[in-house]
């Protein structure tokens, strides 16, 4: 039933929008086991995925990491020179159960694999964009709802026994790593990664979602880019107001007209969000946009933005702890 249920949902997309690629990453529930339950060897949900999915489908490589734990590397359709790196980092999660993946370490082989695509990657002078489920850094939502946890450190989404070789994996490579897009937190969300100096080198976009479960508002995003240079130029967001009497998808808002600056990339999310920790208006914008305009009860308000705010620069819970105090 699940990989029925994937299986529809994979062809009513590629349907919609026929003649342009679409490149789907694993998700905590996408697993024929259970909720962060991640793969099972031997069954068919790898494979037949595999094959419905016709960007993976058509490059033999990236049929073969697949079936292997859920991840792929493919060419992005319109840039030379550039390739999409789709990772599976369920089972890098905190909240991974491996009592259904029989045989290996999953995580720890992907971890190598990432470290293999970058290397090549750097040797054929290839840029690379980042497909997850999660965001690297903090569970914003998990540390708003335990205040008490700011005196010891607050949950990250990845176990750290991860997300620290995954940011050290990205390190190297950092000149060469366009952005990171993320989902999972069902948020209007974003993460800048920085060097040690306090620059920002590349960034995580972290799309809202159509599944309104966590008290947002169902949403999506189109992104205007540069078919030359590959930079994100501008993003627009759409959404369904569900308390309104006759919901109807509507615009919410585009970046440049909201906050003003010429590009989404990391300089501009920097200077974002430290407009967020300085400036109450520019606040209001991003709670009020971050649920999709939610008024059930979203997870983020201004009594206790911080606790998100705090995530945009800080992915470790040490840095993180010292912004919140």
Known sequence: FVLKTVVFVSRLIQQSFPGKPVYFCLGNNDSDCDDYGGIVSGTPFLPTLAQEWATVAKDPEAVKTFIQGGYYSVPHPTLKGRR?????????????????????????????????????????????????????????????????????????????????????????????????????THLDDFRVVQDRGGKPVFFTHIAPAVSPVHHNNPGFQVMLYDKKGGGLEDMATYYLPLGAPTPQWKLEYTFRGAYGYKTYGFESLKALAEAIETDPAVRRKFVDFAAQESKDDPPIKMDNWKFFGCGHLNLDPDSYRACYR
Not at 117 to 143: C, E, F, S, W, Y
């Open 84 to 184: 999409f790196v789709v990772l599976n980092d369920v089972s890098w999660s905190k909240k991974y159960d491996p009592s259904c993946h029989a045989a290996g370490n999953i995580g720890k082989d992907e971890m190598t694999w990432l470290s293999g695509v970058l290397q090549d990657a750097r040797a054929h002078q290839k840029r690379v964009t980042l497909i997850t489920h999660m965001p690297p850094g903090i569970h914003g939502r998990n540390a708003s709802e335990h205040p008490e946890r700011t005196v010891k450190p607050q949950h990250t989404f990845y176990d750290l026994g991860y997300l620290w070789p995954f940011l050290n994996a990205l390190a190297p490579y950092r000149d060469m790593i366009d952005a990171e897009f993320a989902g999972h």
